[in-house]
């Protein structure tokens, strides 16, 4: 029997259309599924995603400070502190600070900044500078970071009224009344001074964090009290400052002058501050003191019995540090009389400004004696009889030093580039992939006066012979520029002669040097500048980095750059919005018809690697993700 021929046209039919359907319905799953960068091609939309690995945020920080005095300060996106294997509290050292500023006159800094966008919300801003809070945590606004900075706001959480709980005194120590929960003596004196800023700055750059306190401050600081009157004094300890996270005990106490070494040991031992912590480290509540404040010393005896405030002359004044007593740490105990110490280690420093004296306490095993500072003064002044303390020019500013560097920040970072623009090529991200690690110099007003540069390169997975080079944002004129290590030399190397704006060519031919990807090869570059740029004006690393393809340093050449970077003068301007490129000039640069870079720049990364002539989407999966998101997902993609 033949089969009706409309029926084999309806079945023929039913077959074409269940076949579209199911053509459609996998091309909707792809379209939902799967990343693909030519949505949107016939249309001939451009991408309106920048592919940043970074966010510009605003930085609003007011420190409370004394007219003059600048805080060089440091922020962090994730908690810089850790516990070491001693139970001590330490800077970590695997962690770079986000933003490095320092304030004007007045503590306070604003400005635009650039971070990695991969961040929490967690904010924590320090400070190595004295008198100020040391450790002050607070959370992003939006796409701000606002924090206003003193001792009532940094320890708002530390401070209570309530005693209940308070952790005492340690068995046979003295004590000059009670205190809170925190530590927070009620027998403060009642009028706290402003300690001045040229005092501040001084011990500031005196006693560097991480640094080394010159031998001549390092002494054993037992003060001796002989008034030339014969006078009796009152002696009081003021607290200005500390960065140890170390909730340490400090305290005196007082020997006959010509006590012998046992006699010194067994002097009766009195606390005057039982919680030293200035600010909140990893759960531990700062006392609440403020820099400033002040208790007045009993004279205790050699037999325990407090006579008063009135200290006889001939007497001797030594001080104690028990290492984090108040939390139940270790409580080692660290003398002035450095007999004393088990360790047989000198653990305090001191210098006069003026007549402002300074005592300062290691609190542990390193070098900078800055952990808690202290200034001891008396009633009559002249009683004090210490001349082996050496004496120090106040800082009232003027220049800074190292030729007007006031702070370093480092960078790092990988840029890798497809060389087929305005083609889309493979898109495998990997013909020319370079490292780079940056130092940007500072002078006081956050001003850049230098750059030190680095970059490797990683590999070049192209055939072309491509250059790479970077431009800064500013004018050749106010550059010198010295290439100190190349691993290839060509003529043209360093600052670019014709570009009116500071281009720098670091390499010629990126398959050359890495020979088959048989080897890397380092540039080091340091670029200097006759007036200081804004820094807000001149960005971060790696500034506007771009590829040369085919060895061509002259005009008419085929630059390649991040999203949205405008070429250089020498760039063949006829190349846009042909092939994949929808850029419009002004307006974009090196946007694609579909959404895909030509370059991509990997913030705070050591590696990167895609295999070659395999799509970047398919290296890491995760970029479809952050792609469709419009960077709002999945922003650490590359990690």
Known sequence: MKSNPIYQLSEKLTYILLSIMMVSALAGCEHNNVYNPDNGKDEEKPNTFDFATTSAIRLNVKYDVPKGYEILFDVYLENPFTTDAD????????????????????????????????????????????????????????????????????????????????????????????????????????????????????????????????????????????????????????MIGGTSGAASMFGYYCY?????????????????????????????????????????????????????????????????????????????????????????????????????????????????????????????????????????????????????????????????????????????????????????????KNEVLSTEDTYELLWSGASFKNGYAYQLNTERANVATQVTEAATTFTGQGLDADLSQATVNVLLSAINVTDNNTRTGTYKIKNSFTTPVPHATFGIPPYNPFIITHDNLEEQRTEIHLVNYAPTEKADKKRFHTGNDLSNPPGSYYVANGNYPFAIHLINVESFKTPENKAIDQSFPNFMNWVNSNGADHKDWYK
């Open 87 to 238: 139970g001590q509290i330490v800077k970590r050292t695997d962690l770079e600070p986000a933003i490095r500023r320092i304030t004007d006159g007045n503590g306070a800094y604003s400005g635009k900044e650039i971070i990695e966008a991969a961040h929490g919300n967690e904010v924590y801003i320090y400070t190595a500078y004295t008198g100020v809070p040391a450790l002050f945590k607070t959370s992003f606004n939006g796409d701000a970071i606002t924090a206003d900075i003193s001792w009532d706001t940094a320890n708002a959480a530390a401070e209570t009224r309530s005693a209940k709980g308070a952790k005492a005194a340690p068995a046979s120590y003295h004590t000059l009344g009670d205190w809170n929960a925190k530590g927070k003596p009620n027998y403060l004196e009642k009028e706290r001074i402003n300690i001045p800023a040229d005092v501040l700055k001084t011990i500031s750059n005196t006693l560097q964090e991480g640094g080394d306190c010159p031998e001549e401050f390092r002494q054993s600081v037992d003060f001796e009290l002989n008034d030339p009157q014969g006078r009796k004094a009152e002696v009081s300890v003021r």
């Open 256 to 444: 006959k002058i010509g006590a012998s070494q046992e006699e010194i040991a067994q002097a009766p031992k009195c606390i005057v501050f039982p919680n030293t912590l200035m600010s909140n480290y990893n759960g531990k509540k700062a006392s609440g003191l403020k820099s400033g404040e002040s208790v007045k010393l009993h004279y205790i005896n050699d037999k325990g019995e407090d006579e008063g405030t009135a200290f006889p002359n001939g007497i001797k004044i030594g001080w104690f540090l028990l290492n984090d007593k108040f939390y139940s740490g270790n409580g080692e105990a660290f003398y002035s009389t450095t007999a004393l110490n088990s360790d047989l280690r000198t653990h305090t420093a001191a210098f006069r400004i003026d007549d402002f004296i300074v005592l300062s306490f290691e609190d542990w095993t390193d070098q900078d004696y800055n952990d808690i500072q202290f200034n001891v003064w008396s009633n009559p002044i002249e009683a004090i009889i210490s001349p082996e303390i050496p004496d120090i020019n106040p800082d009232h500013g003027g220049s800074d030093d190292n030729g007007g560097v006031k702070y370093s920040k480092d960078y790092k970072g990988i840029v890798a580039f497809e060389d087929n623009w305005p083609a889309k090529g493979d898109y495998d991200l990997n013909d020319v992939i370079v490292k780079y690690s940056s130092r940007l110099n500072f002078n006081s």
